[in-house]
Every structure is written in C-alpha cells, then in structure tokens.
C-alpha cells in the first residue's frame, strides 16, 4: 500500500505543513496589529491638531461608510460561516486523530485518518478560495463609501474656507495625513477574519509537531501462529528529566493464555509498564519479548497486529458504529463479524434498537452513548481484532457496579484464550488472574494468586480488606 513506513511520521508531516503556514500567519498578524494601531493613534492625533471641525466630520462619515459596507458584507457572510466550519470539522479529525493515538495505532488507522484529513483538508482549501473571492469584492464597495467620506470633508472645507479662511496648503496637509490614515485601517480590518480562523487550527495542530517520528524495528518475523507468549526481563525506564525510574528492573512473564494482574498505587508504574508492549514507550533497558523474540526486532505493525487494548478512556471517532467497531485496518470485516464482537460485548441488543442500527453515528464526542456503551463498543473493537494478546487498562474504572457487572461479562469473554496483563482499580475483578503483581517505586512488592496474595497478610490483603470494607459501607 502507499503507506509503507514510516507512517506516522508521513501523518504529522502533513499537519507540520500546515502549522508552519499559520505560525506564518500568526507572526504576521501581530506585527501588522501594532504597527498599524500606532500609525492610526498618531495620525489621529495630528488630524484633530490640525482641524478638529474637518476631522469630526471624518470621524461621522467613517463609520457611516462602514457599516453601510458591512450590511453589504452580510450577504457574503454564509460562505465565511461555511469556511469556519469546516474549520472546526479540521480541528475535530486532527484532535481526534492526537486523542485516539493509542488507538489509531493499535488498530491500524493511519490510511483512514489520513484520507479523512486530505478530504477536509481539501474541502477547507475549496472554501477559503471562495472566502478570498468574497473578500476581493468587498474591496471596491469599501472604498466606494470612503469616498463619499471624503467628498464630505470637501464640501466642510469649502465652508469652512469661506467662513474661518481655511487655507488650501493647511487643507492638503490635513488631507493628506487622512489619506495616510486609511491604509492602516484597511489592513488592520482585512486582517480580522483569517487571523481567527488560522488561530482556531493551529492550537490543535501545534501539539502534534512535538511528537517524535516513531523508529522503526528490524522486520524479524513472529514465528506463526503467534502464541502470545509475554515476557518483560530486567526493564528500567525513568522519563525524560527524573532521576527516579518508574519502572526498576522489574521482571516476569505471562505464559500464552494467561491473565497477568497489575496492582498498585496510582503512579506506580502500570501503564508505563502495559504501554511497553506495544511500544508506545520503550525502556532505556531491558527487553519485552514475544513468544521469545525482543520486539524491538519487529517491525511496529507486525509487533502491533498481535494486541489490542481497552482503556479507560475509550476513543471513539466520527463515524457510525459499524466505523468504530470494524475500525482501521480492520473495517474489511462482515457485518457478521461485527454483529458477533457486538453481541460478545452486550451491546447488539442496544444497536438493534437504533433506527439506523450499525450505521447510527456515534455522534461527536460521542454523547449518543453512555460510558458503559462507549466501553462495550471498545471491547468489541477489540474482539474484532481477535488477537494474541489483550491489555486492560483500568477497563472498568469509570464505570457504576451495574454496568460494571455487564462489561465484566463481555471482558471475560474477550480475555478467553488471549494472554491479558489487566490494570484494574477494583481488586474484586481480579481475583481470577493466574498472578498478581503488586507494583512499588517501580518493582514487584508481592507476587502470587489472590489467596496466596490474602495468605501473606501484606500490601495487597491491607488493600483488598480496605476497598471490600468501603464496598459493604457504600451499599447500605
Ligand atoms: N509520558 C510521561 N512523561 C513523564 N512522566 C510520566 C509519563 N507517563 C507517566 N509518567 C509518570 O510516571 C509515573 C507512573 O505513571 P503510570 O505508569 O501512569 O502509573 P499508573 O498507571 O500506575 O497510575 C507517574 O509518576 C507519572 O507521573
Ligand atoms: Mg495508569
């Protein structure tokens, strides 16, 4: 396919272009906005200095002309809206895009974003040259008024010359330091509307400039089929700037098909830990393998193929349901396929229930669904994909007991023959883990079953005795 390598870095390129053009723009703006305001206050000054009659008059006729042009400007005002929104529809994809990182490049959703973003990005294009065009035709009308204006203050300066022997040297002066006045005011007005427009962009596309391109792995091949077998062997990683690493030499692994339970203090460690399998982070030492292979040897999307993720934070994208369930590399599947991940995460009743079914659109931001909804469609996002391996990172957390119960349903489902590491908030969804580690400044504290873990009377009993105690007060 056209998207190779390197894919990510071919993404944020594109949106590097077209952050430079406003970081253009937006440094122009501000020089034009001081300079022009000065020139205007100074020119003003002199006028007043030199004929305060004549520049009343000015100061009446002005705006009058002005506000005659914007009525005229009005008519042309829907193709301006029509740019502004297809600015925000630009922002949306992009944010998405930034949002949904984790998730576009677990799912393999680079050629789809991309393509939505060119589509926008060339829907935008079309509409500002119409913009431009409006803007051109205003020009004229603008200064038919100015002119008006201007005969105005002739006809006071023949008054006045009959009356107070204004003379004609002191009138060209007067005249032209008006003159002067009006190319300050048109730059500054014709600069109103772009400015607000690229400023909106470039917010949201400024954040993406700092991500780094992603290096690619050598292309060693998984040996097929995948197992799934996971092993993490003397990681350390500190982030940028500390001296305290995160993660401390910490080792131990998940025979294919089981489930590996990550327990421990927010900040402990395990979603750093979690976000080393697919490479989101790599460790300044130490190896994570698969099935024995370092995966720093494969290649990221061999690597990223074997596991899917649900997070606390779902990310849904613009779309209908069908889109975000069969998202990415993924949407080649039946809508068989779908409606079984849908019925496996209880969720084909509900979309059965939607007029429009699997094409419902899941609306912006997704307000359509509720947080337990928004999670089961995650989880069949996932099954979906039907991988080897299966990251649950606090899956459950934003959720009441009720809904709760219902996506420990479908979890379960999804973590049957797949190697799990799940990070959960609530310890009485891990109890059947086949080990619990229980993270401390970066190493494994206590490790075992959940009643061997109970047995030895530590950290994990004193935290288990202590959310089972908050549970009974909650429910009475
Ligand atoms: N990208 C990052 N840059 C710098 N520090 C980070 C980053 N991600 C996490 N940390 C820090 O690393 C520690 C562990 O974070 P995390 O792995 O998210 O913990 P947990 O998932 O157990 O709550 C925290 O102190 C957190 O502030
Ligand atoms: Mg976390």
């Known amino acids: 396919s056209y998207f190779k390598r390197g894919d990510t870095g071919r993404l944020l390129n594109r949106f590097t272009i077209d952050a430079n053009t406003m970081a253009t723009v937006a440094t122009e703006v501000i020089t034009v906005l001081v300079r022009e305001s000065i020139a205007i206050v100074a020119l003003i000054a002199v006028l007043f200095y030199m004929s305060w009659q004549l520049t009343l008059i000015v100061f009446i006729m002005l705006p009058i002309s002005f506000i005659?042009?914007?009525?005229?400007?009005?008519?042309?005002?829907?193709?301006?809206?029509?740019?502004?929104?297809?600015?925000?529809?630009?922002?949306?994809?992009?944010s998405e895009t930034i949002e949904g990182e984790r998730v576009v490049k677990l799912f393999n959703g680079y050629e789809h974003e991309t393509e939505r973003f060119v589509y926008v990005n060339g829907r935008l294009r079309r509409f500002a040259m119409r913009a431009a065009t409006a803007n051109a035709a205003l020009s004229p009308i603008t200064q038919f008024f100015i002119s008006l204006a201007v005969a105005g203050v002739v006809a006071m300066a023949l008054y006045q010359s009959s009356v107070d022997g204004l003379t004609v040297g002191s009138f060209a002066a007067?005249?032209?330091?008006?003159?002067?006045?009006?190319?300050?005011?048109?730059?500054?007005?014709?600069?109103?509307?772009?400015?607000?427009?690229?400023?909106?962009?470039?917010?949201?596309?400024?954040?993406?400039?700092?991500?780094?391109?992603?290096?690619?792995?050598?292309?060693?091949?998984?040996?097929?089929?995948?197992?799934?077998?996971?092993?993490?062997?003397?990681?350390?990683?500190?982030?940028?700037?500390?001296?305290?690493?995160?993660?401390?030499?910490?080792?131990?692994?998940?025979?294919?098909?089981?489930?590996?339970?990550?327990?421990?203090?927010?900040?402990?460690?395990?979603?750093?830990?979690?976000?080393?399998?697919?490479?989101?982070?790599?460790?300044?030492?130490?190896?994570?393998?698969?099935?024995?292979?370092?995966?720093?040897?494969?290649?990221?999307?061999?690597?990223?193929?074997?596991?899917?993720?649900?997070?606390?934070?779902?990310?849904?994208?613009?779309?209908?349901?069908?889109?975000?369930?069969?998202?990415?590399?993924?949407?080649?599947?039946?809508?068989?396929?779908?409606?079984?991940?849908?019925?496996?995460?209880?969720?084909?009743?509900?979309?059965?229930?939607?007029?429009?079914?699997?094409?419902?659109?899941?609306?912006?931001?997704?307000?359509?669904?509720?947080?337990?909804?928004?999670?089961?469609?995650?989880?069949?996002?996932?099954?979906?994909?039907?991988?080897?391996?299966?990251?649950?990172?606090?899956?459950?957390?934003a959720l009441d007991n009720e809904s709760e119960w219902q996506i420990q349903n479908a979890l379960d489902k999804l973590m049957e023959n797949r190697t799990t590491l799940v990070i959960a908030h609530r310890l009485t969804t891990i109890q059947n883990a086949n080990s619990i580690l229980v993270l401390e400044k970066g190493q494994i504290a206590e490790q075992g079953t959940h009643q061997e873990l109970l047995n030895l009377g530590g950290m994990y009993a004193s935290l288990y005795n202590m959310e089972f105690t908050e549970k009974a007060d909650g429910e009475q």
């Open 68 to 94: 005659t042009a914007r009525i005229v400007a009005l008519r042309l005002k829907k193709i301006n809206r029509d740019t502004i929104n297809m600015n925000a529809e630009m922002v949306r994809v992009v």
């Open 174 to 397: 007067f005249l032209g330091a008006l003159a002067q006045l009006f190319d300050p005011i048109r730059r500054l007005t014709g600069m109103a509307g772009t400015t607000q427009r690229m400023l909106v962009a470039a917010e949201s596309v400024f954040s993406l400039i700092d991500a780094e391109v992603e290096p690619e792995g050598a292309k060693t091949a998984l040996p097929t089929p995948v197992k799934g077998n996971v092993e993490y062997r003397q990681v350390t990683h500190a982030f940028d700037g500390s001296d305290n690493p995160v993660v401390n030499n910490l080792s131990f692994s998940a025979k294919s098909g089981q489930t590996i339970a990550l327990v421990g203090r927010s900040g402990s460690g395990k979603t750093t830990l979690a976000n080393m399998l697919p490479r989101f982070i790599v460790p300044d030492s130490g190896q994570v393998l698969i099935d024995g292979i370092d995966i720093q040897d494969l290649d990221l999307r061999t690597l990223r193929a074997q596991i899917s993720m649900v997070s606390q934070d779902v990310v849904l994208f613009e779309g209908s349901i069908r889109d975000n369930v069969a998202y990415g590399g993924y949407s080649g599947k039946t809508d068989e396929e779908v409606w079984a991940a849908l019925e496996a995460a209880s969720l084909a009743d509900f979309v059965r229930s939607l007029p429009e079914g699997l094409n419902a659109p899941v609306g912006e931001k997704a307000n359509m669904l509720s947080g337990g909804q928004r999670q089961r469609l995650a989880i069949a996002r996932a099954l979906i994909k039907d991988s080897p391996i299966l990251i649950l990172d606090e899956a459950t957390s």
